[in-house]
């Protein structure tokens, strides 16, 4: 089942932020956009490696070695967890969290996602 409309035009938002600032140098911010479109589509295999794949690409122009390993990890696991339906939840991708840690998911995206507006 692909994403549905709402969700599809959230994850690009956040994905097209990312590519910005990745291209503008600023890649702390794309990063951080990253892990927001990581929130939003970790549960479908594409959207969800495409968030580590750019990842991968931020960790690389950094020099961050941690997030290199972490991210080719990441991205055959991602795949799998994504086609399996096992991601944790609210996950943000990064190598600064547990790969089966899961987060509270930002307010703004649970509507979109389907969760309750409870917390």
């Given amino acids: ?11 690009n938002q956040e994905m097209s932020l990312a590519k910005r600032c990745f291209s503008q140098g600023q890649f702390e911010k794309s990063f951080h956009h990253l892990e927001r479109a990581h929130v939003l589509g970790q549960l479908y295999v594409v959207p969800h490696t495409r968030c580590h794949i750019w990842m991968l690409f931020v960790g690389i122009r950094t020099r961050n070695l941690k997030e290199v390993v972490g991210q080719l990890i990441r991205i055959p696991g991602g795949i799998v967890a994504s086609a399996l339906g096992k991601v944790p939840i609210g996950n943000t991708g990064g190598t600064n969290i547990k790969l089966t840690t899961t987060l509270p998911v930002p307010d703004e995206f649970r509507q979109v996602l389907g969760y309750d507006e409870q917390k």
């Fill in 1 to 11: 089942m692909g994403m549905g409309e709402s969700l599809k035009k959230v994850f």
